[in-house]
């Protein structure tokens, strides 16, 4: 083999890396910390280190300085897994290669025991993570269920690398290499060469490169030979790298595999600011041109882009290898559409959405036969609107309601055992761009309203009444652009309240009556609402209390509750909520107890529960939300389980929280 790097029989130095990746090490990377998770103790990790970083006349790292640390999956500094010569080996090489491309990062080392490995990633940002690093990867094929666990690796905005694995000749798609929320680094040989670059590289030889048998497809990724998630993502030096162990071992050593390119790619994320490092795998697919290109080299038996290294993306190195630390200057994330859930008596859900080429879509869930595919159920949702749905017990209907994409203008499509799905599209007058309808049953007769902000930021509605049939009219105001209204209705009278945000005082107001006879408008005033937020209500049956909820302008969820005695309160619940996001809300009318359900600021799924006026109590589950997308809450009425469903950033699929007594809080992507 040719010498690859200015070390000892050729070995690739800290100074190769830098070199070759054109990487702003002596600047970048303050306040940085890149975990290291692995199975296995090193006994000599710290003194290792030390040596390693000396050598190469890198900054001191240590426990003393406040750079190095060590803990198990607990975040506990003993006791520690069994010592190992393997472990000891590969947690060397990855804090040495971090220690390459990121000296100015600090260093956290995870050790837990081989079943904790997933929940030690999910605690390392607890621990201070920026970014985190991962060598291994678990043996044998993927498996069907294997998906269940991705909830470990969604975190929100914490980029976690893994390795691609070293065995191309035999190696089938690994896990967790080839879920969709981390980034899966493939190996290359990097050499010295007289070019201007200085360097060059091919594939290696060994490295894996695969379609994944179960998990999808992200949104950002687009190759053609693969239905589901293929990978490497990206990839780097992967052979002859200097490293530094003594446990078991004899010091100076030049070592290989994708371990080493998936800790030099964190480290390499750890250099770029925090907008770009956040993007995850997506800052290397919104701009490409910023990575070296590695066309030649092969990796497997195929002979297609899946195992042959060329322009563009391949399977072995993915997009190519680090240009300097990536800049994303305009983050881009493709559109994904916000939900509509509803469940009928039997507890059955529906989800409702924009789907393919914005086509009004249902996705269904029964307890007999599960979730059915994806049903296109007729017209096309104008962009940023979201559909909503009611159910007509009494005929055992379906109604969806939204902004049809060709007329703006509020459609719906209607679902009976006799017919099947039909559409219509009801005119009147224009739907507001960024806004959608909600609608209200009476059950007791079978008259439905639907309300919606007209061009211009009227309320306007229509109501289907069983003698007159549909009728529109304006109920008036003036709603703030890119908001939506919402409605209750008082169940014992009739009467129903349509909130929405006002222009001009940017705060909570409503229309008050009883359809189709008079309505009083009224402002609330209090906390002003944040930008493209709209309210979320509910109204106890029993007690007629309602709770109204919004994003205020200080990103915080605040509410406006109303009782018989005291009249309306505002109040400020807490947390800190996305732009261009809004909350959702579901009571549990036996024990008054309310989950207000919200996007946090970083995009992970959150929740108050409490029971106004009284204490919150705020728990953030995780999951990654799609930008500019809002979660909408469901209870089940047989078992009390609460249902969270929102789009997911990686996919675009429907995901969901569920809530259930004894198994707590779980996260799955459909």
């Known amino acids: 083999m040719p010498a690859g790097g200015s070390g000892e029989g050729g070995s690739i130095t800290p100074a190769d890396l830098q070199s070759a990746y054109r990487l702003p090490s002596s600047t970048n990377g303050r306040g940085q910390t890149v975990a290291v998770v692995y199975f296995g103790d090193d006994p000599n990790a710290e003194a290792d280190l030390e040596t390693y970083r000396s050598f190469y006349r890198l900054p001191a790292c240590t426990r003393a300085s406040g750079c190095f640390r ?16 393997s472990a000891a080996t590969e947690i060397s090489l990855d804090l040495d290669m971090i220690s390459a491309t990121c000296p100015n990062c600090h260093l956290l080392l995870i050790e837990a025991r081989s079943e904790n490995l997933l929940r030690a990633i999910r605690e390392a940002p607890r621990f201070g993570a920026t970014v985190i690093s991962n060598s291994w990867i678990y043996t044998g094929r993927e498996w069907r269920e294997e998906a269940v666990n991705d909830r470990y690796l969604q975190i929100p905005l914490v980029p976690i690398t893994f390795p691609t694995g070293d065995n191309a000749e035999r190696e089938a798609s690994k896990y967790p290499s080839a879920s969709p929320y981390v980034i899966a ?23 894996v490169a695969a379609c994944s048998e179960f998990e999808p497809k992200p949104l950002w990724q687009t190759d053609n030979l693969c239905s589901r998630r293929t990978y490497a993502d990206v990839s780097a030096a992967a052979v002859g790298l200097s490293v ?98 509803v469940r009928d008596t039997t507890d059955d859900q529906y989800l409702y959405y ?60 209607t679902w009976t055992a006799r017919e099947g799905w039909r559409n219509t599209v009801l005119g009147g007058t224009e739907a507001a761009a960024g806004s959608s309808p909600t609608a209200v049953l009476d059950a007791a007769t079978g008259n439905q309203y639907v309300y919606y902000v007209a061009r211009g930021g009227a309320i306007s509605s229509w109501r289907l009444e069983a003698r007159s049939g549909w009728v529109n009219s304006t109920l008036g105001g003036s709603a703030a652009a890119n908001t939506s209204p919402t409605v209750i209705r008082n ?53 007629t209390n309602e709770q109204v909820y919004y994003v205020a302008s200080e990103t915080t969820i605040a509410i406006w509750s109303w009782t018989p005695s005291g009249g309306w309160v505002n109040n400020n619940v807490g947390g800190s909520a996305a732009a261009n996001t809004s909350p959702s809300v579901v009571l549990d009318a036996p024990t008054t107890i309310t989950n207000v359900f919200y996007v946090d600021s970083r995009r992970a799924l959150a929740a108050f529960g409490g029971t106004p006026p009284g204490s919150w109590s705020n728990q953030v589950f995780g999951g990654l939300a799609a930008i500019g997308t809002s979660p909408v809450g469901i209870r089940d009425s047989s078992t009390g389980a609460n249902w969270l469903w929102y789009s997911d950033s990686a996919t675009g699929h429907r995901a969901y929280w569920a809530w259930s007594f004894g198994a707590g809080w779980s996260g799955f992507v459909l």
């Open 70 to 85: 060590k803990v198990n999956e607990n975040g506990e500094e003993r006791p520690f897994p069994l010592a190992s010569r």
């Open 185 to 207: 680094v493939g190996g290359t040989e990097l050499e010295r060469a007289e070019n201007a670059r200085g360097w060059t590289e091919r594939a290696w030889e060994h490295t």
């Open 244 to 341: 530094y162990d003594t446990y078991l071992s004899t010091g100076w050593q030049r070592q290989s595999g994708t371990s080493a390119s998936s800790a030099i790619v964190a480290g390499v994320l750890a250099l770029a600011e925090e907008s770009t490092r956040q993007r995850g795998a997506g800052a290397f697919y919104d701009d490409p041109s910023g990575l070296f290109d590695v066309t030649s080299g092969r990796a497997g038996p195929c002979e297609t882009y899946l195992c042959r290294a060329g322009t563009g993306y391949d399977g072995p190195t993915g997009l190519g290898t680090p240009n300097g630390a990536p800049q994303v200057t305009a983050p881009t994330e493709p559109a994904s559409s916000s939900i509509w859930a």
């Open 354 to 413: 924009a789907g393919t080429e914005e086509a009004l879509t249902e996705s269904r869930w029964t307890r007999l036969t599960g979730w059915s595919l994806p049903e296109a159920i007729g017209g096309t949702v104008a962009r940023e609107s979201i559909p909503t749905a009611v159910r007509d017990p009494s005929s055992n209907s379906r109604w969806v309601y939204y902004v049809d994409r060709a007329t703006n203008r509020i459609a719906f499509s």
């Open 491 to 543: 169940p014992g009278t009739g009467f129903q309240n349509v909130f929405y945000i006002d222009a001009r005082e940017r705060s909570l107001a409503a229309f008050g009556g009883t359809p189709p006879g008079t309505w009083s408008n009224m402002i609330f005033g209090g906390r002003v609402a944040a930008a493209n937020s709209s309210p979320a209500a509910v109204i106890n049956p029993t007690t």
